[in-house]
């Protein structure tokens, strides 16, 4: 199988051969319809959606009005915006006023926003079109896509795979034409792991660039909202349209957003990028592999090219693992029967408060949501709190402080983004370990809150995709994409 050229006709089957940045372009000059371009969309959804099932809802009527009005804002002579007529799948952790919004947890069934997430109302001010919402890992706690409540989304390459997770329906659903672009989230790598294992483009932006307000808490001191994308420009322009302050999160940065499209073509000449040997070590022989020919390529492009060191890289896995469930722990709090979605009384009505809660939360949370609340609450009980919670922020620390020397004789720093290709479904359903390992690459820049993004590398000859990714100090996001541009150029 010929790996697909960014942006072309895909090996996935109907991804168009237009990248969001030329589907603006031609709408905004009136050259296409936001409407033709919704409907070959919803094409793909139907060629392959009941395979692949990387939506948990599409929302045909509603995308049909909203390309309607853009079309008509054309027409009328007003732009519609940086995104219009552009379609966007949105991981349904994301609220959506008056849309069903999941989490592909039966606990949330049947919930409905009152308000939009940020991001949704900044899509919506640029003109883009909403096509649906997409399956995860229950609350994001997972690497396959396989902790939905309502069943895996398969890999658009191979089916018999998993599309990584825990934001595997957004990552199918951009590397299967289903939508143009998506957005995810990223907690310890759930962007940019399904994007690599779906062949396409995912980012986390530096913590508190874009506002969480509206994505449902899995781990808040880690969480963050990020773009999925056919191409490393598109990912720039969704990245532009959704970054900024946002006085309705109080971890939102007070910077302006950054300008990214431009400058995307720099080039690497002189930059300085280190390759992380931590992240090099106990993967995949083929996942080193690209990221040695990635590093030649820059090279051959102008860049100097080298080793570095970020020794405490090697407990990020093991202080996440603790950080990540107390938070949890804690968000998961108000799932209570009371304030949202289910409601179980329990086996012939309870007859008080406690006991509706318990069997509300027995019922409506899965297996791996209930570990981790669990294991969070465990890290955070009296006698335990500072042996567990405490040292692995102090790790933390560590992390953050090996990050920044690293940074002091680099400017970006490249890694593999997930120690394979895409696993077969059910491959490490049984060991929770082996799951969580999928992250080992990715969870460090969490820990520091720095950006990342993973561009697609396919070795020859191979039919899966991998990732290669590139790592930049907080708000280092230009220099990050203008490497990352210089990979995308030089892919195999
Ligand atoms: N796979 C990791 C976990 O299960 C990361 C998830 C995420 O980034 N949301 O926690």
């Not at 969001?20 to 139907?46: C, K, N, P, Q, S």
């Not at 804002?73 to 999941?102: M, Q, Y």
């Not at 907690?187 to 508190?208: D, F, H, W």
Request: charged fraction near 20%.
């Amino acid at each position: 199988m010929t790996p697909p050229a960014p942006g072309s006709g895909s090996a996935a089957g109907a991804r168009p051969g237009r990248s969001a940045v030329e589907t603006a372009d031609a709408v905004r000059a009136g050259r296409l319809t936001a409407a033709a371009v919704l409907e070959e969309h919803l094409a793909a959804i139907e060629a392959r959606e009941s395979e692949l099932h990387a939506f948990n809802l599409v929302l045909a009527d509603r995308a049909r009005a909203e390309a309607a009005a853009v079309d008509e804002s054309v027409a009328a002579g007003r732009d519609p915006g940086r995104l219009a007529g552009v379609t966007v799948a949105l991981k349904d952790n994301l609220c959506t006023r008056g849309v069903e919004t999941t989490c592909s947890s039966r606990i949330l069934e049947g919930w409905k926003p009152p308000y939009d997430a940020t991001v949704v109302t900044r899509l919506r001010q640029e003109g883009a079109v909403v096509v649906g919402k997409t399956n995860l890992d229950e609350f994001a706690m997972g690497s396959s896509t396989e902790n939905s409540a309502f069943g895996p989304t398969r890999n658009p390459h191979d089916p018999t795979r998993v599309p990584g997770g825990s934001s595997g329906g957004s990552a199918a659903a951009v590397a299967a034409g289903f939508a143009g672009l998506a957005l995810g989230s990223d907690t310890g790598g759930s962007i940019r792991q399904p994007a690599a294992l779906c062949g396409v483009v995912g980012l986390k932006p530096t913590y508190g660039l874009v506002s969480r307000y509206g994505l449902i808490a899995f781990a808040s001191s880690l969480d963050q909202i990020g773009p999925f994308a056919g191409t490393v420009a598109d990912a720039a322009l969704l990245l532009e349209v959704i970054a900024g302050h946002d006085a309705m999160d109080s971890t939102s940065l007070d910077a302006p957003a950054p300008s990214l499209l431009e400058g995307l073509d720099g080039g690497v000449e002189g930059l300085r990028i280190g390759v992380v040997s931590e992240l090099m070590d106990g993967v995949e022989p083929a996942a080193a592999a690209a990221v040695e020919a990635a590093a030649h390529a820059l090279s051959a492009a102008g860049a100097k090219v080298d080793r570095v060191s970020v020794p405490a890289a090697v407990y990020g896995l093991s202080a996440y693992y603790l950080i990540a469930p107390a938070e949890a722990s804690s968000n998961l709090a108000r799932y209570d029967g009371v304030r949202y979605g289910l409601r179980s009384e329990g086996p012939g009505g309870s007859a008080d408060v406690a006991a509706m809660f318990a069997a509300t939360r027995a019922a409506g949370f899965g297996d791996e949501v209930k570990r981790r609340i669990m294991l969070g609450t465990y890290a955070l009980s009296a006698g335990y709190y500072d042996a567990y919670y405490g040292q692995a922020q102090r790790v933390r620390t560590l992390i953050i402080r090996d990050f920044d020397a690293a940074y002091r004789s680099f400017d970006i720093l490249l890694s593999p983004t997930t120690p394979g290709p895409a696993f077969e479904l059910d491959a490490k359903t049984s060991d929770p370990m082996a799951m969580y390992l999928s992250d080992v690459c990715t969870i460090p820049t969490n820990l520091a809150g720095h950006p990342a993004v993973t561009v697609p590398w396919w070795p020859e000859g191979s039919g899966l995709p991998l990732g290669i990714q590139v790592l930049a100090p907080a708000l280092g996001e230009a220099v990050m994409l203008r490497a990352a541009a210089a990979l995308e150029a030089a892919a195999p």
